[in-house]
Each structure stands twice: as structure tokens, then as C-alpha cells.
């Protein structure tokens, strides 16, 4: 029995309830870890003489991939890091991209490496990310880190679910007792977050687009956490008063003047009322996500030159697995 109960926690206490939610800035999260990434990255260079570097490769000419890509490389280097970019033409074949991932999993330069998804129709996606040498898998979606992060062991966890259990977190501290609802089950998000949530102590429930009552399972959660990629989906009647929402989508929508703009899978009109605390879209989840796969890169390089350099670096709070 945890010591904790929902109700005596931030975010299920009925004086947050109904005083509109406090904004959860993952922007402003996201600027302070990357800064405390570089600092981390020039002491690990003067100790162990060794620049992290991260290689993306990106096969096709997606032109919102492409942004992703060239956003990641600018970020890396902003922090210190190293980045190689691998931009390949839509018509390469598995078998090259998988030889050109050999040479990465061999190169002492290259610490991590991420693959751009979704690839083209012709290329496995299952069977390159699992190419990918674990110790290098940035993106922690091979089977080792999944088969890790499912049995509670050290590994590299996903990107975005890694960033928003930093925000819950650094909002809520302890998490054990809470009851969690995430509402999306995709190997990129819903899931790795259950299992971190499940890891951190709380009661989980995972919906889907076959679960027969979404509302009533959303409405028992003290943390909610939404990535379906629809937009609007979740109403105030799905919500309980105080909860801590986070809201994981992103669609683009066209606006007056041929302008567009992001919007999440909460109505957030709706819930930032009654929500405890909320992230907004744009400025929540999403500068999260290159924020810590810049931390996954720096991570991986520890790793490269033992386990030791890993736990002097002091970082127990946000790698613990
Ligand atoms: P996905 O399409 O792979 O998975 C969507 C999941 O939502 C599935 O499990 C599906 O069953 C479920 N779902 C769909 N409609 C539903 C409904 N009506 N009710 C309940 N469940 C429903 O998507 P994904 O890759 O997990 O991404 C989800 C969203 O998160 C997208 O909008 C994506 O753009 C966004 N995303 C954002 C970041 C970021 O950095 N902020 C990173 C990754 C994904």
C-alpha cells in the first residue's frame, strides 16, 4: 500500500480542482535541460577527451521529416555534440540502409543513431531499428531497450515519453499511488509511457482506438496522458478535476490567411479550466522530444566509455533506467 493517496497529492486535490490549470512550460523545461546537456557534454570532453556524436539518417525527401532532421543536427550542435547527417534517396534499398548502419554501429565516433521514421513503404521498419547496435539506440525503440524498459532494467528510453515523465515529475515528484490513464498505444509513445508510469509506481490504464468507454477510464486518472494524433478527442468530461494533463499530439491546421498552426489531442479550451496543470500545443511535449534525445546521445556516449562515467555523472533523477 503506497503511503501516498491520489487525493492527497497535487494533482487530485479538490483545492486545484475547478481554479484553472497552472501551465506546464516544457519549453522553458526543455531550454534548462538542453543547457545543463552542454555543460555536461564539455566536462565529459575535458575527462574523457571524447565529443558524443549523433548520426541521423533520413531516407526520402518528406519535407516535414527533412525540418525534424535539420532541427535535430542545428540542436546537437548547439549543445557541443557532434551530428553526421545521412540523407538518402527514396528509391535505396533495405540492404543498403542496413550496411549503413553497420558502419555506424562500428564507428567510435558515432554514439547514437536514429533513423527517421516513417521510412518508405519498401524498407522494414521492425528490422532496422532493430539493426541498430542497442548501445547506440537513441531513440530506444529496438527490441533490447523495449525488452528492458518492459522488465524495469537500465536501458535507453524512448524520446517523448522520457520528456514527459520529466515534466510529471518535476509538477508532481512522487508519483507512486496515482492512478494513469494514457490514451494511445503506439510503440513510439502510449506504450513506453505506460511502462514508465507503471515503473514509477502508478496504477495504469491504456486505452486505444478498440477501448468500448475512453471517457470513463480518463476520468479515474489523476495523470492523463493523450497521443492519438486527434485532434480535440479528449473533452472536460473526460477529465478529472485536478488532474494533471498531458497532451502529447500534434496536427497541423490550416488557419486564416493559408497560415497553419499546431493544435494537441485535448480541447484544451475545454479541460485548462478544470485540469490541475496542462501542457500546451505548441510548447509543451514537443520541445521535449529532441531535449532528451539529446540526453539519450549523451547518455550513450557514458556507456561508450564504461558504466562508471554513467553514474558519476550524478543524473539519477532523469536516467534512472
Ligand atoms: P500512432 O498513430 O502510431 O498511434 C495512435 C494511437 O492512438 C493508437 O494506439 C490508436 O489505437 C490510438 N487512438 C487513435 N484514435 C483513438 C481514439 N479515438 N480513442 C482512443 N485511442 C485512439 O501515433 P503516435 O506515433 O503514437 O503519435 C500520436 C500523436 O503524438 C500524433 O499526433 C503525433 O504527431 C504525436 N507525437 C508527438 C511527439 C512530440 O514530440 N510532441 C512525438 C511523437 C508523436
Redesign the pocket.
Known amino acids: 500500500m503506497s503511503e501516498k493517496t491520489a487525493s492527497e497529492t497535487a494533482s487530485g486535490s479538490p483545492e486545484n480542482a475547478g481554479a484553472g490549470a497552472s501551465l506546464i512550460d516544457g519549453k522553458a523545461f526543455a531550454k534548462n535541460l538542453r543547457q545543463r546537456t552542454a555543460d555536461e557534454v564539455r566536462a565529459f570532453h575535458e575527462k574523457h577527451g571524447v565529443t558524443p556524436g549523433l548520426a541521423v539518417v533520413l531516407v526520402g525527401n518528406d519535407p516535414a521529416s527533412e525540418v525534424y532532421v535539420r532541427n535535430k543536427a542545428l540542436e546537437t550542435h548547439r549543445v557541443g555534440m557532434r551530428s553526421f547527417m545521412h540523407m538518402l534517396p527514396e528509391t535505396t534499398s533495405e540492404a543498403s540502409l542496413l550496411h549503413l548502419i553497420e558502419r555506424l554501429n562500428e564507428d567510435p565516433e558515432i554514439h547514437g543513431i536514429l533513423v527517421q521514421l516513417p521510412l518508405p513503404k519498401h524498407i522494414d521498419p521492425f528490422c532496422v531499428t532493430n539493426a541498430i547496435a542497442p548501445n547506440k539506440d537513441v531513440d530506444g525503440l529496438g527490441e533490447v531497450n523495449a525488452g528492458r524498459l518492459m522488465t524495469g532494467l537500465p536501458g535507453i528510453i524512448p524520446?517523448?515519453p522520457l520528456?514527459c515523465l520529466m515534466l510529471l515529475k518535476s509538477e508532481l515528484g512522487d508519483l507512486r499511488g496515482l492512478n494513469a490513464t494514457v490514451?494511445?498505444?503506439?510503440?513510439?509513445?502510449?506504450?513506453p509511457m505506460a511502462l514508465l508510469l507503471l515503473n514509477e509506481g502508478c496504477t495504469v490504464s491504456i486505452?486505444?482506438?478498440?477501448?468500448v468507454d475512453?471517457a470513463a477510464m480518463s476520468r479515474t486518472a489523476d495523470i492523463l496522458v493523450?497521443?492519438?494524433?486527434?485532434?480535440g478527442?479528449v473533452k472536460k468530461d473526460w477529465v478529472k478535476p485536478g488532474a494533471t494533463v498531458i497532451d502529447?499530439?500534434?496536427?497541423r491546421i490550416p488557419t486564416e490567411g493559408g497560415k497553419t498552426r499546431l493544435v494537441?489531442?485535448v480541447d484544451f479550451d475545454e479541460v485548462a479550466p478544470i485540469a490541475g496543470r496542462i501542457t500546451p500545443?505548441p510548447g509543451?511535449?514537443?520541445?521535449?522530444?529532441?531535449a532528451c534525445l539529446l540526453r539519450n546521445t549523451l547518455k550513450a556516449a557514458r556507456m561508450s566509455v564504461g558504466d562508471k562515467a554513467c553514474k558519476e555523472s550524478g543524473d539519477k533523477n532523469w536516467l534512472p533506467y
Not at 248 to 251: D, E, F, H, K, S
Open positions: 524520446c517523448t520528456g490514451i494511445g498505444a503506439s510503440n513510439l509513445v502510449g506504450k486505452c486505444h482506438i478498440d477501448t475512453p493523450v497521443a492519438t494524433g486527434k485532434r478527442l502529447v499530439g500534434i496536427t494537441g489531442d500545443v509543451g511535449v514537443g520541445p521535449m522530444t529532441i
